[in-house]
């Protein structure tokens, strides 16, 4: 029988995450990931991501989509065309599939993340 699962009470591990060193445009982002769900498929995952202060580079695959949610922190999202949006505590957003540019952590920042990432045929 399935049963929902529960970030407050699904005790995870925290996994150590990092851009690459080639990504890295600012400061050190440190990041942890709590993957509390992954469905058999592999293609749908959630959690809760902490990223330290920093900016870096980000690709995301075209198939590629994550919902989010800060629960604390204050980032901005800039696209390679320069379109810059910032979100604070309390903010939901997506990353649609295909999106590159530059992700900015101003604080720590810490969110909710849903990523449906479809495998190719």
């Known amino acids: 029988m399935r049963h929902p699962i529960a970030f407050t009470t699904n005790r995870v591990a925290p996994e150590p995450i990092a851009p690459a060193p080639d990504r890295v445009l600012r400061g050190d982002p440190q990041q942890l990931a709590w993957n509390h769900y992954t469905d058999a498929t592999g293609q749908f995952s959630a959690g809760i991501w902490q ?34 949006q910032e979100f604070h505590a309390g903010d939901a957003f997506v990353v649609p599939g295909g999106f590159t540019g530059i992700w900015e952590n101003h604080t720590r920042v810490r969110k909710h993340y849903a990523i449906m990432a479809l495998k190719k045929n």
Do not use: I, K, Q
Not at 53 to 82: I, K, N, Q, S
């Open 51 to 84: 990223g330290e202060t920093g900016a870096w580079r980000v690709h995301y695959d075209p198939h590629e989509e994550e919902f989010c949610v800060l629960l604390e922190g204050h980032m901005t999202l800039t696209t390679d065309d320069g379109a810059a």
